[in-house]
Structures are given as structure tokens and as C-alpha cells.
């Protein structure tokens, strides 16, 4: 009988699930079992497709937009957020429709509408296309919010009226990459308004500095998690610029074991809309062809919890 490689395994702490990813799907469950099937959902719940998948299996019908609901039908609004008009469009047909936008997005929607009214323009810093950015720009009159990418675009960017802008951010960006933004608007724009309180959120700054605080250990790291995931991807860079080779990887089927060729540390973490039982199966993967050590690695102990929306806390 051949003799295993041995593959030492880090797995990174905290990973997996975030508070407003719980909160989102447990929307989607309770929905089910108050209304029973078919619940509708606009968009992907968070960005999995195991979890948009079991959700599926057990009755939710997931739709791009609300023309697909049916009248009468219950519909819940993905986690990412969504624009004013989608809310104001389920009212005026008269939809039951339940919001798992996560807090710490509506938190952003709420300091975009004050900096509007205090007669702000918004550089809002993320990914051009991402349902949060879409989601964002559609609390504020059009016109009073423009997009800032890159370190490029905020040195391109030449606003009408430089001395009434403020700034805010995606949820799930590069720590690193919108430091170095923001260090550039801040000089550029010395009386731009900024959040008290950055809106890279707690999970995705967590789990970056996870994968800080492992890739130098590892000869390799895979990121659990789906390719439209930003924060997942994210993970993928971190690694990356701390110099260890990294992969976005979907579950255990995934594995390409050619990658793995040579590495005898790895390091494994999982985006905030991965599940822990993806972890457990690409780790029961690994130890078909490998005589697995896991390591553990210590790392901050996340307690928050969101509250579900009203009506539902009794469900």
C-alpha cells in the first residue's frame, strides 16, 4: 500500500459565515416556515451557490428582479441591499416582502442619505457591477455619488466641487487597497467627510488578517468560496501579496490536486458566505490523498448577532 504525503493543515480563525449571512439565511428559513413554499428571493441571498442551492431544495425560487414574483407572493431582498425603487416597487404591488439586507450595509445606505441632505457628493469606493454598489447608489439622488475603483481613478478624479465631497466604502474590500484610496482623497481633498468608523466590515477585516496572520507559514493557501464572492476574493490577494500562492476553490470536487504538488503546509480559510460543513468536505477531500495534520490556529472570537427583522423574532 502506497504511503500517504503528509500535509500539514492550517486552517485560518475566524473564517466561514458572518453574522449578516446567518441573519440572511435564517430569513430565507423562516419565511419557508412560515408561508411554506415557494418563497421568492431577488437575487442570490449572499453569494454561495451551496447555500443558494440547499436553499432551493427546500422551496425558495430564486429571481433576478421582482417581475418575476407573483402577486401575493412573499419575496426576501438578498443580503447585498437593494435600491430604494425595489422596496417602493414591492409596496405599490402590494408584495409581502421581508429586507436580509446585512446592518452593517443599511448602516452605509443610512450615512449616504445624511451626507446627501448635508449637501455632500459621495466618491464611493468599490467594485463597479457588485449588488452592494449597486445597491448603495440607489439610496441617493442620481448624479451625487460617483465610483472610485482604483488608487488610479482617486488620483484621476476631478469632482465639480472639491471642498463638499465625502467618502464611504463597500463592505467587502481590500483592508489594504482602500487604505491606500482613502490616504490618497485625504490628501488630495483635505475637507472630505469620512465615516467615523470605517465600512469595511468586521467580518471581512477579520478574516484578512487571518489569512495575514497563516500565509507566511504555508506553502499554498485555498479561500473556500464562490468566484462573484468579493470578500472571497479578496482573501485570494491577501494571501497573494503576503507571497504565497493562493486559490479560490468552491468545495472538496474542486480540488485540483496538481496545485498541491510540493506543498506540505496549507493554509485553508473559507469567505463570510461559505460554510463551515464546504470546510469539512474539502478537508475530507484532502485527507483522501494526503495523511492530513490539522493545526490549530488561534484567532479572534466573533460574537456579534444581528437581529431579525421585525415579525419574524416569534417565527
Same mark, same amino acid.
Given at each position: 500500500?502506497?504511503? #500517504? +504525503? +503528509?500535509?500539514?493543515?492550517?486552517?485560518?480563525?475566524?473564517?466561514?459565515?458572518? &453574522?449578516?449571512?446567518?441573519?440572511?439565511?435564517? @430569513?430565507?428559513?423562516?419565511?419557508? /416556515?412560515?408561508?411554506?413554499?415557494?418563497?421568492y428571493?431577488?437575487?442570490?441571498?449572499?453569494? $454561495?451557490?451551496?447555500?443558494?442551492? !440547499?436553499?432551493? &431544495? #427546500?422551496? *425558495? @425560487?430564486?429571481?433576478?428582479?421582482?417581475? =418575476?414574483?407573483?402577486?401575493? *407572493?412573499?419575496?426576501?431582498?438578498?443580503?447585498?441591499?437593494?435600491?430604494?425603487?425595489?422596496? *417602493?416597487?414591492? =409596496?405599490?404591488?402590494?408584495? $409581502?416582502?421581508?429586507d436580509a439586507t446585512c446592518p452593517l450595509v443599511s448602516k452605509v445606505h443610512r450615512q449616504a442619505e445624511r451626507l446627501i441632505e448635508h449637501g455632500r457628493h459621495i466618491l464611493f469606493v468599490g467594485h463597479a457591477g457588485h449588488p452592494e454598489v449597486i445597491g448603495t447608489f440607489g439610496q441617493v439622488p442620481e448624479g451625487r455619488m460617483t465610483l472610485v475603483e482604483t488608487a488610479a481613478d482617486a488620483e484621476a478624479i476631478q469632482p465639480a466641487e472639491p471642498e463638499s465631497l465625502a467618502f464611504l466604502t463597500q463592505t467587502t474590500l481590500s483592508v489594504d487597497d482602500t487604505a491606500e484610496i482613502v490616504d490618497i482623497l485625504r490628501r488630495r481633498f483635505p475637507s472630505i467627510q469620512g465615516p467615523r468608523s470605517e465600512d469595511i466590515c468586521?467580518?471581512? !477585516?477579520?478574516?484578512? %488578517?487571518?489569512? #495575514?496572520? @497563516?500565509? !507566511?507559514?504555508?506553502?499554498?493557501?485555498l479561500v473556500i468560496g464562490s468566484p462573484n464572492s468579493s470578500n472571497s476574493l479578496r482573501l485570494v490577494e491577501v494571501a497573494e501579496r503576503e507571497g504565497t500562492k493562493a486559490r479560490l476553490v468552491g468545495r472538496g470536487a474542486d480540488l485540483d490536486f496538481s496545485w498541491l504538488?510540493?506543498?506540505?503546509?496549507?493554509?485553508?480559510? %473559507?469567505?463570510?458566505?461559505? +460554510? /463551515?460543513?464546504?470546510?469539512?468536505?474539502?478537508?475530507?477531500?484532502?485527507?483522501?490523498?494526503?495523511?492530513?495534520?490539522?493545526?490549530?490556529? /488561534?484567532?479572534? /472570537?466573533?460574537?456579534?448577532?444581528?437581529?431579525?427583522?421585525?415579525?419574524?423574532?416569534? %417565527?
Open positions: 500500500m502506497t504511503q #500517504k +504525503p +503528509p500535509l500539514t493543515l492550517l486552517i485560518a480563525a475566524p473564517r466561514g459565515f458572518c &453574522a449578516g449571512v446567518d441573519r440572511a439565511i435564517r @430569513i430565507v428559513e423562516l419565511a419557508l /416556515e412560515r408561508h411554506g413554499a415557494p418563497v428571493v431577488r437575487h442570490e441571498i449572499v453569494h $454561495n451557490r451551496f447555500v443558494v442551492d !440547499s436553499l432551493k &431544495a #427546500k422551496g *425558495a @425560487i430564486f429571481v433576478p428582479e421582482l417581475d =418575476q414574483v407573483p402577486d401575493g *407572493a412573499p419575496v426576501v431582498f438578498s443580503a447585498h441591499g437593494v435600491p430604494k425603487a425595489v422596496p *417602493a416597487k414591492a =409596496q405599490a404591488r402590494g408584495l $409581502n416582502y421581508l468586521y467580518a471581512t !477585516s477579520n478574516r484578512q %488578517a487571518a489569512v #495575514k496572520a @497563516i500565509a !507566511s507559514r504555508c506553502d499554498a493557501l504538488e510540493g506543498v506540505r503546509t496549507l493554509g485553508i480559510t %473559507a469567505g463570510a458566505s461559505a +460554510p /463551515e460543513v464546504l470546510v469539512r468536505e474539502v478537508v475530507a477531500a484532502l485527507a483522501e490523498r494526503f495523511a492530513v495534520t490539522e493545526e490549530p490556529v /488561534e484567532g479572534v /472570537e466573533e460574537r456579534m448577532v444581528f437581529k431579525l427583522p421585525a415579525g419574524l423574532e416569534a %417565527a
